[in-house]
């Protein structure tokens, strides 16, 4: 999952966007909202972290742009502002949740995954293709209930593949979802970590789970 923060404190955006990659996000910071709103308008990105106090554009004024663009993307407001009425203005102008600094950063890995459940598309926790299974709230993962040891871009990869089973995956879908802004076009990574990940998930499995289509993609699917 990829995740756009926007905040101008550079210690504060460091911490988050450090934690967030430990968790298996793909993170990209911009620094203030006339950055984080075309940030938005050139990537595909899953959720929003928004702080409200901003230069150039606040975080109300981004937050309601971003809705008069027809833009849905779950949108979690971070403000220093407790007031009921700060609240208020934060869900007025579109954001989805609300959290309060400073906050416990697990609440706030919390809040993310409930955001991200609820898109248009239900996102259980636990993902299961054939006797694979992906936890996505603890980030472990079982084949035939031996649980296997993968990075964190092993895991953010396997998770974007596991819930869109069945699915032909493009390699610039998983560009835009599982490597940020650093990430190089011309670069083989992501069959490197294809490679990677399929040795993991099918090495000394008789059922081979992740597909390749050469020129097209990668599909994750039991195949007879």
């Not at 101008?8 to 793909?26: H, N």
């Not at 076009?185 to 050469?214: C, M, Q, W």
């Amino acid at each position: 999952m990829r995740i756009l923060l926007i905040e101008d404190e550079p210690r504060m955006a460091d911490v988050i966007a450090r934690g967030l990659r430990e968790q298996s996000y793909a993170v990209d910071v911009a620094q203030d909202g006339e950055a984080g709103l075309y940030q938005s308008s050139i990537n595909d990105y899953d959720l929003i972290v928004l702080d409200v106090l901003l230069p150039r554009r606040n975080g109300y004024e981004v937050c309601r742009e971003l809705r008069q663009r027809g833009n849905p993307i779950p949108i979690l407001m971070l403000t220093a502002r407790a007031a009921i009425d700060d609240r208020i203005a934060g869900f007025d102008a579109g954001a989805d949740d609300y959290l309060t600094k400073p906050f416990s950063f697990r609440e706030l890995l919390a809040r993310i995954r409930a955001l991200l459940r609820r898109d248009s598309q239900l996102r259980p926790d636990t993902l299961e293709i054939a006797d694979l299974t992906v936890d996505s709230a603890s980030h472990r993962v079982f084949r035939a209930q031996h649980e296997l040891q993968l990075t964190a871009k092993e895991y953010a990869l396997l998770e974007y593949l596991a819930r869109r089973a069945g699915q032909l995956v493009s390699r610039a879908e998983i560009a835009a979802h599982v490597w940020d802004d650093s990430f190089d076009p011309f670069s083989n990574a992501i069959e490197v970590y294809v490679n990677r990940l399929r040795k993991k998930i099918d090495e000394g499995h008789r059922l081979k789970l992740l597909h390749t289509r050469r020129g097209e993609g990668y599909i994750l699917e039991v195949r007879d």
